[in-house]
């Protein structure tokens, strides 16, 4: 047994070894480590006078100080990146996004789904198979958009590129709103999908999964006036940014209860 795990040792060890020559890793270190060995079997056999012996030990030791001084520079270059990442704020391609890559695998695993935003054409279309799927399951999904009865269609579209259209945005609802009854009226759902409408455009879109789990995420979209560049995202976590992560916990509720719940007369079954 110990044979079998002094082998699996040096076995371990000789892959260590190979995979840093290959790397360029360490060399120096098995270079100095070669050329003491070799001193030593040299002075055994006493194969070269003092003089070469002395000489080459100390080449091996001014090959080891530089090992070691080059090791203590890349230490303190680490060392002050890290202390400048914590002491200076991140820088804006750090801290936004352009979009969500991995939200709709997130999605596939929440428990609690939250979405807000102005017509969710593309948010709804990218994500209602996994809600579906979701809300079966026994999730909560909660979705918020602006209210095509009320005067908000018409005041995203002054805040957009086409400010004197606001049939465009009615006409982006439409598909958000059948793709939401789908939803609703899934056999099996059960009550789990609700749906409410603001008579306002929110100041920016959210999405919110698992929120009051320690794992939880919130993504933000900040909406853009009058660009079609595309808006900037970001996300909170709640052991991270907890005072933020909050504050949009809370902004989610207070826009829920500002929006009026889907009913028979929008097409849907009446709010329970």
Not at 201 to 216: Q, T
Not at 254 to 271: I, L, N, Q, T
């Amino acid at each position: 047994m110990a044979a079998r795990i002094r082998t699996m040792a040096a076995m371990r060890f000789l892959r260590r070894v190979r995979d840093d020559l290959s790397t360029g890793e360490n060399l120096e270190l098995y270079v100095t480590a070669l050329l003491s060995l070799t001193l030593a079997v040299l002075g055994v056999f006493d194969v070269a006078d003092g003089k070469v012996l002395a000489a080459a030990t100390l080449a091996t030791l001014a090959l080891l100080a530089g090992s070691l001084l080059g090791s203590r520079r890349q230490i303190a270059t680490l060392a002050a990146q890290i202390r400048e990442s914590r002491s200076g704020a991140p820088s804006a391609a750090e801290f936004f996004t352009a979009d969500k890559p991995e939200v709709r695998e997130q999605v596939r695993t929440a428990r609690d789904i939250r979405i807000v935003g102005i017509t969710l054409a593309r948010t709804l279309r990218n994500l209602v198979d996994e809600l579906e799927h979701r809300a079966l399951a026994g999730a909560v999904v909660k979705v918020a958009l602006i209210d095509p009865l009320s005067t908000a269609p018409a005041e995203a579209a002054r805040r957009s590129t086409i400010a004197n259209r606001p049939e465009v945005y009615e006409n982006r609802l439409r598909p958000s709103i059948d793709l939401l009854k789908e939803l609703v009226e899934r056999p099996g759902v059960d009550g789990r999908v609700e749906v409410r409408f603001l008579p306002f455009v929110p100041a920016h879109g959210v999405i919110l999964l698992d929120p009051g789990r320690s794992n939880g995420i919130i993504y933000v979209d900040l909406y853009s006036h009058s660009s079609a560049s595309g808006d900037a995202v970001f996300a909170l976590k709640p052991g991270r940014d907890g005072p933020w992560y909050e504050h949009f916990q809370a902004e989610f509720e207070r826009v829920w209860e500002s929006g009026r719940p889907a009913d028979a007369g929008d097409g849907f079954p009446d709010a329970r």
